[in-house]
């Protein structure tokens, strides 16, 4: 389990000692449980081949996180079809970072 700091101790203790209360009201209960039914339904499965070096990476998030790493690759998969995982640009270029290293080059002579 990843380290908590004071302030989230404080609030664990708080909730397991009961002294916290939902504000939500029914209705909006209501429309996160439906939500997170609909989102939880994995009904179809797919096979994709990854670099051994993409899936190691992925497979250290993933344990960081507490996940595991199928979890990691369709959650960020979910939040990419959705809109909420958006490619980072770069300021001073515009452009998207290159993941590609950069070849060196040597000069003969």
């Known amino acids: ?14 909730f ?3 002294k916290l209360k939902s504000v939500a009201t029914k209705a909006e209960l209501a429309k ?3 939500a997170a039914r609909a989102t939880a339904i994995k009904d179809r499965r797919v096979n994709i081949r990854l670099s051994s070096g993409d899936l190691s990476d992925i497979q ?6 507490g996940i595991p790493y199928q ?4 959650s960020v998969l979910h939040k990419y079809v959705t809109g909420r995982l958006a490619e ?3 300021p001073d270029t515009g452009q998207a970072p290159s ?4 070849r060196r080059t ?3 002579g």
């Open 60 to 65: 250290v998030k993933a344990l960081k996180e």
């Open 88 to 90: 980072r640009i770069e």
């Open 99 to 102: 993941r590609i290293p950069k």
């Open 1 to 14: 389990m990843p380290k908590i700091d004071a302030y989230e101790q404080e609030v664990l203790g708080a």
């Open 71 to 74: 979890t990691l690759i369709a």
């Open 106 to 108: 040597t000069s003969a």
């Open 32 to 34: 996160l449980k439906a």
């Open 16 to 18: 397991e000692k009961g």
